[in-house]
């Protein structure tokens, strides 16, 4: 197991974390899903010690959590990165100085596939652009892990499937894992082995992507369809104006096959979970 | 260590603009006034007390939390910061040296004014910018940078306060048990010697609470 989480507890003012359990194996992409302010970014920063936990257990590569074992992680953070003044080359003089393993040969030949020029300030590079670099430094180290909390928030489609197409190149080799935070759940649809998926700081679930689709379904029922639907097979509602979305367990689909009117995606399951209501 | 403070460094090489300005402006003020102690040691005061600067621009630029994702400790983290500083302490020095050079060889040529007292000073306000950077470190590292001018401000303030209120009803200078010529012929002989140890007190202590605030914080 590359990361391995025990009932991990964070309380603040408003908000905790609570008994948080996953884990993430080696070679498989885990997407962590949830609504904004649902406890992923707390979740990561707990796991990289950016954040101290209340309880629970971190272990990484089957160790217990020791700064020295953040040598084989790859971090982007949402909201976090260097200092902006700094430049490309700039970069790569302090992380090789920083990481045992950092190439800076890898490094320059990311910059060169991405087009980001060498000397200018990062804080004038595009948004896709940043982000892209950000990967590039988390890869630069030969990291057995990449830990990603929103990589590919605020970017285009075209660079969105580009970078979605790097993590899976990255866990191809069996043994690499990518932890990946996103409230853009179709980038999950393609790539994640397992999805875990966490709202007010609890776990909802944590399964993997092929058990989720054949598990559930959405369903839309008008307001007459609904009154009289059978209440035992909805597992969360939620009103519409004009109808109602439904979540139904998946083995029930063949009895509700009219009623279903587009492919479940995992933002519709993320949305009644979190928006809808028991019956 | 050695990569975070490369990284304070390369802010203070991204600066050098700035720098040269304020040299220039010292040094135009220097030769209006006569006297080239401010051309001497504002730059070098300036580099000195630069720790701060990067603190703040860390904070501008949110970097703290990427900080602590990289394999390194939080200890190591608090420490290379103190190297810096101790690595500013060498290269303000030289520069100031260097300045130094500049006025007595080319800007002004055989003045008489620079002598070893000027370099003395230079040392002493160098020491001084120690001791401002070691009374800060720990408080940045306690509330940030923005909160702890006002957490300085405040513990100045209410100290000034407390020191008016006893001179009201105390008058040092009056105390008989205190021999002020002796203070006074005490702080001219071994001011800079002084002033050196307690910096090193200061940093050591500094170093500590540093620590202890960092270990607890959140980012």
Same mark, same amino acid.
């Given at each position: ?10 309380? +603040?003012?408003? +908000? ?44 990484? +590569? ?218 | ?219």
């Amino acid at each position: 197991m590359n990361i391995e989480v025990e009932n991990l507890c964070k309380k +603040f003012e408003d +908000f905790s974390l609570e008994d948080i359990s996953i884990k993430v194996p080696k070679g498989k992409i885990v997407g962590l899903i949830g609504e904004n302010g649902a406890g992923k970014t707390t979740l990561i920063k707990c796991i990289l010690d950016v954040m101290h936990k209340d309880s629970g257990k971190v272990l990484l +590569f089957d160790k217990d959590y020791k700064g020295k074992l953040k040598e084989d992680i790859g971090c982007v953070f949402d909201d976090s990165f260097m200092n902006q003044t700094f430049n490309v080359k700039d970069i790569d003089l302090i992380m090789r100085n920083i990481y045992k393993n950092w190439s800076s040969k890898k490094f320059f030949k990311f910059m060169k596939d991405y087009d980001i020029p060498l000397k200018k300030e990062i804080k004038k590079l595009s948004t896709g652009m940043l982000k892209k670099l950000e990967i590039a430094v988390a890869l630069s180290h030969n990291p057995k892990v990449l830990i990603l909390d929103e990589p590919t928030s605020g970017l285009d489609p075209i660079i969105r499937s580009e970078i979605l197409d790097m993590f899976q190149n990255f866990v191809e080799n069996k043994e690499n894992s990518v932890l990946l935070s996103t409230h853009i759940t179709s980038d999950l649809e393609h790539i994640a082995d397992d999805v875990i998926f966490i709202s007010k700081g609890k776990i909802i679930f944590d399964k993997p992507l092929k058990d989720i689709k054949e598990q559930y379904t959405v369903i839309e029922l008008t307001h007459d369809e609904f009154a009289k639907f059978d209440k035992k097979a909805i597992i969360k509602y939620k009103k519409n104006r004009l109808d109602y979305q439904v979540l139904i367990a998946k083995k029930d689909k063949n009895k509700y096959t009219k009623y279903i009117k587009n492919i479940t995606t995992l933002d519709d399951i993320m949305l009644l979970y979190i928006k809808g209501e028991d019956v | 260590m050695k990569g975070l403070i490369i990284k304070d460094l390369l802010f203070i090489k991204n600066t050098w603009k700035n720098l040269i300005l304020i040299f220039i402006g010292s040094l135009l003020l220097s030769i209006a006034l006569g006297n080239y102690l401010l051309a001497i040691v504002c730059v070098p005061v300036m580099l000195l007390t630069s720790g701060i600067n990067t603190f703040q621009t860390d904070e501008f630029y949110n970097s703290d939390a990427y900080t602590l994702s990289y394999p390194l400790s939080r200890k190591e983290i608090v420490t290379s910061k103190f190297l810096f500083t101790l690595v500013m302490l060498g290269i303000s020095t030289y520069i100031g040296c260097m300045i130094y050079v500049l006025i007595y060889f080319i800007i002004h040529p055989g003045y008489n004014g620079l002598n070893t007292y000027m370099l003395r000073e230079l040392l002493m306000l160098e020491i001084s910018g120690l001791l401002v950077d070691s009374i800060f470190y720990p408080i940045i590292y306690k509330y940030g940078c923005e909160k702890s001018r006002f957490v300085l401000m405040s513990i100045i303030i209410l100290l000034l306060g407390i020191g008016s209120i006893l001179s009201v009803y105390i008058n040092v200078f009056k105390i008989d048990a205190i021999d002020w010529n002796a203070v006074i012929n005490f702080i001219e002989q071994y001011g800079l010697f002084s002033l050196t140890v307690l910096v090193v007190i200061m940093s050591i202590i500094s170093y500590i609470l540093s620590l202890l605030a960092y270990r607890h914080k959140d980012y």
